[in-house]
């Protein structure tokens, strides 16, 4: 178990409102894991109080070592990366420069105040694994939406953390940039531990090695993307918030196009099969 | 990489054509009394150096830089008056005001030179490093902490008028005959004066340049931007502010230093309130960002004042405000970046045009 994340009794509370309420999380290192749930759930939350972004009670693990109570470069600085919903790169840098500032946070006072010479290895790398090689000396705020996103993976890459938490990664991408972004993902995850909440179903059953379901600040249920799938309990919270995860989408497994569909189709028609489905079910 | 080449040529040919209007056209072309003017613009030149990196790098608005610069200057001036008044003796305001009949301690460090001259850097950067360490580890930022640069510099002004008897009071240390054994009254002397002055901001100018190019003017610039993406990848912020703060207040203390044997007076006037706000007008209306930019638009902003007081003595100050404000609302990147917005209008013109059509 040692070297993946493991959460005890995570709670986060909000002047009175508990947006995390006592959860358990284990993450094995190297798995490619999904934190899904309706808006409110905690999801984001979550991930900030492992980042040190909220205080949080209870105990939060990676590689053994506890991270809660900790600043938050210091937790940067022990392996955890994280992006946001809205990528956040450094508009006036350049691609390079971005990757190099994140590749940085242990130089030494000496090599901070030299100019850049050449452009570091790990750096060169990761420009490659992204795919932004050709537009590294362009301004990251002229990137594409996508290629943003590419840029903040690429940034904790050469931050070489052991553990990505992505926040919504895929959000306004095409699909094209979907796929590449999932492929790009089962990559990162043979070597790191990768976290991603996301609200694409279609991404999700694509690339999901093992999903969480949370409710209400709470742990749903957790398993394969078809066990989750199939769980009531996620078929009923589903069904009082956005119906996003059909439960057509369940029998049909994992490679099936039309359950993403249903995702954007029409909320109470998607919702009135599910009801009707958890009816039979009961 | 041409481009990036290109700018650094560019920035060399500049640097050496201002060497040359330093040290061959300037001296040549002013009169005596003139160039004792100019090194004054020079000295304020160099305040908007630092201001350019804590401001227009890191994102600091430093309203409060009349403080470093009144710790520079303050301590130059004890160390000129002990000088003048020759040892054992009590400076000549001291005689005049002070019930004290010695000398109080924390002036007699300053009779040694070196200790005086090291102080001119090391107190500001000290009070600075301090203040920084505080402020910025408490994520005091933007109009909150411009408005403490303020309340910084209106209480060292109101102190320092306080101290009548050690300070001088309102009138400041004023009247210095000497400079390290040179007689200020001599005009060559005062060219010297401008030749150091002129010399130092030289230097100034290359030692921030080499930090606004180098990785750490690069996460500067992050920072400025985006601080807490900064912080989730392991830097902590608050010391990469704190640096760009203290350079700055030690080229303040510096130009603050070099000031006094130039003008042979500071005081209270030249440290607060209004006068740091005029440190940060100058590079404001050059450019922020831009080293030449702040570097011009202080020698501008200080010359126009020099000559707008002569013709109309009541205008300067609404002129002034007015200047701040029009460049902070139309032309936030200030004349530097006059340029850049021309092309881009350009560029976007065509393809307005094309539209429409």
Known sequence: ?282 | MNALKGRAARAWYGFAAGAVLLFAVAPAALSDFRLGLFAKYLCMAMVAVGICLAWGRGGLLTLGQGVFFGLGGYAMAMHLKLADAGPGNLPDFMQLYGTATELPWWWRPFANPAVALAATVLLPVAVAALLGLLVFRRRVKGAYFAILGQALAAAFAIWLVGQQATTGGTNGLTDIQGFFGYDLHDPVNQRMVYFVIAAVLLLVVLLARQLIHSRYGELLVAVRDAEERVRFLGYNPANVKLVAYVVAAGTAGLAGALFVPAVGIISPALVGIVPSIEFVIGAAVGGRASLAGAVLGAVAVAWARTALSEEFPAAWTYFQGLLFVVALAFLPGGLASLPAVVRRRRAAAPVAVGEAA
């Open chain 1, 1 to 282: 178990m040692s070297g993946g994340l493991e959460i005890r009794g995570l709670r986060v509370v909000f002047d009175g409102f508990t947006a995390v309420d006592g959860v358990d999380l284990d993450v094995r290192p190297g798995d490619l894991r999904f934190l899904i749930g309706p808006n409110g759930a905690g999801k984001t939350t979550l991930v900030d109080a492992v980042t040190g972004l909220v205080r949080a009670e209870g105990s939060v693990r990676f590689g053994g070592e506890e991270l809660l109570g900790r600043s938050v470069h210091r937790i940067a600085r022990s392996g955890i990366g994280r992006t946001f919903q809205t990528a956040t790169v450094f508009e006036e840098l350049t691609v390079l420069q971005n990757l190099d500032i994140a590749a940085g946070a242990g130089r030494s006072m000496w090599t901070m105040l030299r100019r850049r010479r050449d452009v570091p290895v790990p750096v060169a790398r990761a420009l490659e694994t992204i795919g932004l090689t050709d537009v590294a000396d362009s301004p990251a705020g002229t990137l594409a939406h996508g290629q943003k996103q590419w840029l903040e993976i690429g940034m904790l890459l050469v931050q070489d953390v052991r553990l990505l938490l992505l926040d919504e990664p895929v959000a306004g991408m095409s699909h094209d940039e979907r796929q590449a972004t999932g492929e790009l993902l089962e990559r990162i995850s043979e070597e790191r531990t990768v976290v991603v909440i996301e609200h694409d179903m279609d991404f999700l059953r694509s690339f999901a090695r093992s999903v969480s379901v949370l409710h209400a600040g709470r742990v749903l249920s957790e398993g394969t993307v078809t066990e989750v799938q199939a769980d009531p309990r996620v078929q009923e919270v589903y069904l009082g918030h956005a119906p996003e995860v059909p439960s057509r989408g369940a029998d049909d497994g994992p490679d099936d196009g039309d359950g993403g569909a249903a995702v954007g189709a029409g909320a109470a028609s998607a919702g009135d099969t599910a009801a009707d489905a958890a009816v039979q079910e009961a």
